[in-house]
């Protein structure tokens, strides 16, 4: 979710209307982003599970099964702001081939599986009952996080960065190019190296319901 101020500056970089202010460079970054929220998540995951039929209680079979998965994170970005509260924090593999501002920091290689800046585990777990021709289900999944440990960035909320004449805005909607406009060296939210942190997973509920019109 992008406000005005900020799809402006991303798509037309230098020549956004807020850089035609002259008062734009004596203004925060959340003065133009107020109300942003962008989240990205990318990942590995390698997952064993196992279910059975639990128990039967007049005239009802219960069902459950777990499920425990193995995480890679390979990219994460979260940006949070509005009038109080400035959030981002940023980790991404070398395979983003994003260019940061700090010129002191350099995206490594971390010669890990996946290359992956981050690891961690979740859990599925799910019930299901049969009652005659009709079965009900509910399930609870991506129970867990991600601790984020390799190339880490956060920004806070500084003055709008200047930008030159040759920033026209993003030119694609390739990912890649899409972070480098927001992470990169001409970003409107200027990164920094930062300190390992964890993330939860987009955990999910899910209910379900079904009937069997006759037995195959």
Known sequence: LLNSNLADILFNGFYANSYNDSITPTLQVSYYTDGTKINFL????????????????????????????????????????????????????????INHIDTNFKIQDVNKLFNNVGYGNAFDI?????ISMFKFGI????????????????????LVPKLNSSIIGMESFEINDALSAILGDNGMIQFKPSNSFSSPMPARMRLGAGFKFKKI
Request: glycine share 10%; with cysteine.
């Open 139 to 158: 399930s609870f999944t991506d129970l867990g996080a991600i601790k984020w440990a390799n190339n880490i960035m956060a920004a806070s909320d500084t």
């Open 42 to 97: 990318h990942y590995r995951e390698c997952n064993i599970s196992y279910g059975r039929k639990v128990t039967s209680f007049s005239g009802i079979d219960f069902y459950a099964g777990l499920g425990y998965k193995r995480l890679w994170g390979l990219g994460y970005l979260n940006i949070d702001v509005t009038k109080d509260v400035f959030i981002a924090q940023s980790a991404l593999s070398s395979r983003y081939n």
């Open 126 to 130: 799910g019930i299901n009952a049969t």
